[in-house]
């Protein structure tokens, strides 16, 4: 009914209106609008509106659909909407060798700038690894040809997919070179095909330079690939490190690289414990206690930590360490010496897991709740009164702790052998001020003013008049003063708005999803969300593209100055203060 009713309005003589409905169509996700987006596009002339067909079918219909949408031959106008439509394909994890053909063909010229970032995006994160070794002659000459660093940093991820170890030279020169960080970040992410013993000098270079978005995108990949033999470089890298989550990240590394090594874990585990004393702040304390998760002993500390509550962020870092602890390998080692002592580690843990629940901390309560139900740890033979978490659950109803909410009610059904709940859709519970949209500017504009500079944005309220009123609505009471950014995912996003500095907090509202056919360009505002109309406070900006976004989340602005600011933001930094822009002016 929905779909018939979205074709009927179709019906105008207006562009936009056409285009809407198109865009309506591709949200409902159903394959009878597939059905239907084909009959359109036979009488459809408009190169716009055929675009955001091709985007709506690449998010409603069948493999057959892929494989015609791949095999047509459009005008340069039309290429566009083409590519997202593939792209919309792949994210629903159906891809064939004709999509990827006409993406290739696409990123070699045959579409706008628009069109290439979906096209390269595509083959970089999505295409069939053989597919891409078939065609890897072809890609690295696209790659070589091509000058926009957003699509070179996806064409490079293809181009290592398809090579493997003969990607080095090419990996080798990019990281040396002064191309943009985006870039290099995208090779980091993709090293698993390189020889880590060829690489590691480079990476240890970067994990210690000063760019933010490359020194903790280098020390991640040490994470992963780094091993033994390379401890005197890491050891000597963690004092040298600038950046100080790639220090934390380094340390939680060699923290990992010196176990069942007594003295140097002594030794490792002090220089945690002075850096963590000497932190500059809580965000920082909060990264160096999950280096603490390789030493089961010092669950007592991080218990103390979660006990003491005195910032969020500590609190809900030192139960994640917790609870990843819990889950590891070393556990029952640990468990079976400190029995020797009287010590009953899995006692000890419970009861940590217990009172977090009972703090009626929304993250607290969520991750405890969380690790109770995992049939491997076997609590439910532990457990036998479940009232605990019945008082939890009833005290877990306003909108702001629904994590918490549907984290005990999938609890109590595990521990009840009841079937999971069908939980009842959030309820927005802030609806739109239309009186206070009606006086907001069509291009209206604010200033983030944050501890690295300004940061001057467009609001787009036409798309998003809920989001907006409220966003400003938080500005004018003063909400994002003084609250610091706790989430940087380098050449992706930077995140604020949490009351709380950890991620689980928010205002007393929340406010319905507002999707559009805006696209996630870099320099993207949107509102972070735990499912459809659960937004309120919690805001980002994209550092690139990011078209897998489109249309799931709420873009309601962009940076029309500073993105340079937005590229050095880290965990945290400070929003100083924000500020409405007078268009009248």
């Excluded at 013993?197 to 990476?203: E, P, T």
């Excluded at 500079?453 to 609505?473: D, H, I, K």
């Amino acid at each position: 009914e929905i779909v018939d009713s979205i074709v009927l309005a179709m019906d105008s003589e207006f562009d936009l209106i056409r285009m809407a409905g198109a865009f309506a169509l591709g949200q409902t996700c159903h394959a009878s609008a597939a059905i239907q987006i084909r009959k359109l596009l036979e009488a459809e002339e408009k190169p716009l509106v055929r675009g955001m067909l091709y985007d709506a079918l690449g998010k409603s219909g069948s493999m057959e659909d892929l494989d015609w949408l791949g095999e047509q031959d459009l005008k340069l106008q039309e290429t566009e909407g083409q590519a997202m439509g593939v792209f919309r394909f792949a994210l629903r994890g159906m891809t064939t060798d004709i999509g990827n053909d006409r993406m290739l063909v696409l990123c070699a010229g045959g579409t706008s700038v628009a069109g290439l970032i979906y096209a390269s995006y595509h083959l970089g994160r999505y295409a069939a690894r053989e597919w891409l070794q078939t065609n890897a002659i072809h890609l690295r000459q696209v790659l070589d040809k091509e000058k926009n660093s957003m699509v070179r940093s996806q064409l490079v991820k293809a181009v290592i997919k398809a090579e493997d170890e003969k990607a080095w030279p090419l990996v080798e020169y990019i990281l040396k070179s002064d191309e943009d960080y985006r870039v290099k970040v995208n090779i980091l992410s993709s090293l698993q095909l390189i020889p880590w013993n060829k690489a590691s000098g480079i990476v240890y270079d970067l994990a210690i330079g000063e760019d933010p978005n490359l020194a903790v995108a280098a020390a991640e990949a040490i994470q992963k690939y780094a091993v033994y033999s390379d401890l005197s470089t890491h050891l000597k890298a963690i004092d040298k490190a600038v950046n100080w989550r790639s220090r934390a990240l380094l340390l939680d590394k060699g923290m990992e690289l010196v176990q069942g090594k007594k003295s140097l874990s002594k030794k490792l585990e002090k220089k945690v414990m002075e850096y963590y004393t000497k932190a500059r702040h809580d965000s920082e304390k909060g990264w160096l206690l999950k280096a603490l998760r390789h030493n089961i002993l010092k669950y007592e500390f991080l218990a103390m930590e979660v006990k003491t509550g005195n910032s969020p962020v500590i609190t809900t870092n030192a139960l994640e360490t917790l609870v990843g602890m819990r889950k590891g390998e070393q556990f029952m080692d640990a468990k079976l010496s400190l029995e020797k002592e009287g010590i009953d580690l899995e006692a000890e843990f419970l009861k940590i897991f217990t009172h977090a629940i009972a703090s009626g901390d929304v993250a607290m309560v969520s991750l405890a709740a969380g690790i109770l139900r995992d049939p491997e740890l076997k609590f439910k033979a532990e457990i036998s009164d479940f009232d605990f978490l019945k008082t939890a659950l009833s005290n877990s109803q306003n909108p702001d702790q629904i994590e918490a909410r549907n984290e005990l009610a999938y609890t109590l059904a595990f521990f009840m052998d009841k079937q999971i709940p069908a939980m009842s859709p959030p309820v927005f519970n802030h609806p739109i001020d239309w009186d206070r949209v009606s006086q907001i500017h069509p291009e209206q504009q604010l200033a983030i003013i944050t501890n690295k500079g300004e940061v001057l944005v467009q609001l787009n309220v036409n798309w998003c008049p809920g989001t907006v009123s409220a966003f400003m609505e938080l500005i004018e009471r003063g909400y994002f003063n003084g609250k610091a950014i706790h989430r940087v995912v380098p050449n992706f996003v930077v995140q604020d708005g949490c009351s709380r500095g950890d991620g689980w907090g928010g205002p007393e509202f929340t406010i319905r999803s507002e999707f559009s056919p805006a696209p996630f360009i870099g320099g993207t505002l949107a509102m972070a969300s735990a499912g459809k109309d659960t937004e309120g406070s919690q805001w980002y900006f994209t550092h690139s593209p990011t078209p897998h976004l489109d249309g799931k989340y709420t873009n309601f602005g962009y940076v029309i100055e500073g993105m340079d600011v937005v590229h050095l933001l880290e965990v945290g930094d400070v929003i100083q203060r924000m500020e409405i822009i007078d268009m009248n002016q």
